[in-house]
């Protein structure tokens, strides 16, 4: 009972800041984060908020976490924080700010979260096969940012915290990136797809001259 109290209280209670002219804020507030069996992520680990113009969030590659798309913006990434709510693990209020529209031109864009469980704010890539939960604009669609000089809270809160009314599996790591084929491997496939066209090409040729 007490967890419940203090989440609520934390987060009826929004922080009041300065917006200045040009720049937008963003609060959200989540939980419970976890990995993909369900354990709460623990503090530090990698959280990340991505824009995008339309609403295809490309899926993060071993070495690009926006998978090398030339329309999503990284806004935020940096270590998760439940000491912001102290209301148990992977539960946090994850405020960011004055972001600059000069630098970030992301009035009106969709907005999506995610979360590493292994990875941390020091991490420069994701590597292959690490799984990663994503929840945004294609879950809920108020997930937009506003325009200058708004301060918009977007809330994602599981069952499991006791007031929210997301499944719990919503907050899973239940998603993973996609290993890139081996060079040699692909080499393969390449030749092997050559070989298959040449003999077609030649079954054919000695059909039409028979």
Same mark, same amino acid.
């Given at each position: 009972?007490?967890k419940?109290?203090l989440?609520?209280?934390a987060?009826?209670c929004?922080?009041?800041?300065?917006?200045?002219?040009?720049?937008i804020?963003?609060?959200?507030?989540?939980?419970?984060? %976890?990995d993909?069996?369900?354990?709460p992520?623990?503090?530090?680990?990698?959280?990340?908020? @991505?824009?995008? +113009?339309? =609403? &295809?969030?490309?899926?993060p =590659? +071993?070495t690009?976490f926006?998978? *090398?798309?030339? #329309?999503?913006?990284? $806004?935020?990434?940096g270590?998760f924080?439940?000491?912001?709510?102290?209301? /148990?693990?992977?539960? %946090?209020?994850?405020?960011v #700010? *004055? @972001?600059?529209l000069?630098t !970030?031109p992301?009035?009106?864009? !969709?907005?999506? @979260?995610?979360?590493?469980p292994?990875?941390?704010?020091?991490?420069?890539?994701?590597?292959a096969?690490?799984?990663?939960?994503? !929840?945004? !604009?294609? *879950?809920?669609?108020s997930?937009?940012? /506003?325009?200058?000089?708004?301060?918009? =809270?977007?809330?994602?809160? &599981?069952?499991?915290?006791?007031?929210?009314? %997301?499944t #719990?599996?919503?907050?899973?790591? *239940?998603n993973? $990136?996609?290993?890139?084929?081996? +060079?040699?491997s692909?080499?393969?496939?390449?030749?092997?797809?050559a070989?298959?066209v040449t003999i077609?090409?030649?079954?054919?040729?000695?059909?039409? /001259?028979?």
């Amino acid at each position: 009972m007490k967890k419940l109290v203090l989440l609520s209280a934390a987060l009826a209670c929004l922080t009041v800041t300065e917006i200045r002219a040009g720049t937008i804020s963003m609060d959200f507030q989540v939980g419970v984060l %976890a990995d993909s069996s369900g354990t709460p992520i623990t503090d530090g680990s990698l959280f990340q908020i @991505i824009a995008s +113009p339309d =609403t &295809t969030f490309s899926a993060p =590659t +071993p070495t690009s976490f926006l998978g *090398n798309s030339s #329309n999503d913006v990284l $806004v935020w990434s940096g270590g998760f924080d439940s000491s912001t709510v102290g209301a /148990g693990p992977g539960i %946090a209020d994850m405020a960011v #700010n *004055n @972001i600059d529209l000069s630098t !970030y031109p992301i009035a009106g864009d !969709y907005l999506t @979260i995610r979360w590493f469980p292994t990875l941390t704010s020091s991490s420069l890539q994701p590597g292959a096969s690490t799984s990663y939960g994503q !929840y945004g !604009y294609l *879950n809920d669609n108020s997930w937009i940012a /506003g325009n200058a000089g708004s301060s918009i =809270t977007y809330t994602f809160l &599981t069952q499991s915290t006791g007031i929210g009314s %997301a499944t #719990n599996s919503l907050g899973y790591a *239940n998603n993973t $990136v996609t290993p890139v084929p081996e +060079p040699s491997s692909s080499a393969i496939v390449i030749a092997l797809c050559a070989l298959a066209v040449t003999i077609h090409h030649r079954r054919r040729a000695v059909q039409a /001259g028979r």
